[in-house]
């Protein structure tokens, strides 16, 4: 839910509410957006995970992050999450997902990022938009 509030400002700015979450595990993250009025929707590589979204009617599809980005149109979304994914990737692979990410993203929109950071024992959350990032507490 902390998510919400920089989704709206997002979705205000570029007037659209087409959202994208990268590594949308049960879909928390898209029933929320679903129950807002977002057209939201998500992708995974865990099948278990895409089913069970499919079958709450959510839009989500078996397909790794750099695959969805790289099929977005240029400029046609309000925001692109990933909860808990870039711990998962490599640096190439990170740098990778921010270009695309932005690409995908409308002037005005956002990508939030969260990851866990097992040195410090907590989740960090990062929102950003080209050439500007900010810390968001959890």
């Keep these: 839910e902390i998510y919400l509030p920089c989704i709206a400002e997002a979705a205000a700015a570029t007037r659209c509410r087409r959202v994208l979450d990268l590594g949308c595990g049960r879909g928390e993250l898209l029933a929320l957006l679903g129950g807002a009025g977002y057209d939201a929707r998500g ?4 099948r278990l995970f895409v089913e069970q979204n499919r079958a709450a009617g959510r839009e989500v599809v078996l397909m790794d992050a750099l695959t969805a980005l790289e099929g977005c149109e240029p400029d046609s ?3 692109v999450s990933a909860i808990h994914l870039a711990e998962h990737l490599s640096v190439n692979h990170l740098v990778r997902l921010l270009d695309l990410a932005f690409a995908a993203l409308r002037p005005g929109g ?8 097992s ?5 960090q ?9 900010s810390p968001v507490q959890s």
């Design 43 to 46: 992708v995974d590589l865990n």
């Design 110 to 117: 956002v990508l939030i990022l969260r990851r866990y950071n």
């Design 119 to 123: 040195g410090l024992k907590r989740t």
């Design 77 to 79: 979304l309000a925001a």
């Design 125 to 133: 959350n990062a929102v950003g938009t080209t050439g500007n990032w």
